[in-house]
């Protein structure tokens, strides 16, 4: 009777020991570390135009009539080229259209006096002339639309 009355609680405990444990262990919570987030950043546009390329072009306009009725700050004839590089987005579609007006010239957009055309001007040189201008107006970044 002795061992039954000590076998019995050593039982109870060796019984209940492991259910308190997982109980334990049940309320505890599983803390997942974070992952850093990762940023996934985007390369920048490709300049409109290379160094080289504005560089041409401003020699083009200098040595061209054009300064006959532009200026780059202010408005003469026709519109100042900072005014055009703020109304073009630098992207291929101002290009191609900018580039048409020099070489066939132009009205209505900047008033009524018209634009003489420039046939003589190649479209590669109407290029680097325009890619100059636009580039004139930093608040004007390049565009990939077309």
């Known amino acids: 009777m002795k061992i039954i009355k000590l ?3 050593a ?9 308190c444990v997982a ?4 309320k505890k919570k599983v803390v997942a570390k974070k992952k850093p987030a990762t ?4 390369a920048p ?3 409109f135009a290379t160094d080289a390329e504005i560089a041409d072009g401003k020699e083009i306009i200098s040595k061209s009539d054009c300064l006959a009725c532009h200026k780059i700050e202010e408005k003469l ?7 055009i590089a703020a109304k073009y987005p630098q ?3 101002s290009l191609d259209t900018l580039t048409k007006k020099i070489i066939t010239g132009g009205k209505g957009i900047w008033g009524p006096v018209p634009m003489a055309p420039h046939p003589a001007i ?25």
């Open 39 to 42: 940023t996934v950043t985007k």
């Open 45 to 47: 546009p490709p300049p």
């Open 91 to 93: 992207n291929q579609n």
């Open 23 to 26: 109980s334990g262990q049940a």
């Open 7 to 9: 076998i019995t609680p």
């Open 77 to 83: 004839v026709g519109p100042a080229y900072t005014l």
């Open 122 to 146: 190649s479209q590669a040189d109407a290029n680097k002339m325009i890619k100059y201008i636009l580039t004139l107006n930093a608040k004007n970044p390049a565009t990939s639309s077309k």
């Open 11 to 19: 039982i109870c405990i060796a019984l209940t020991l492991p259910v």
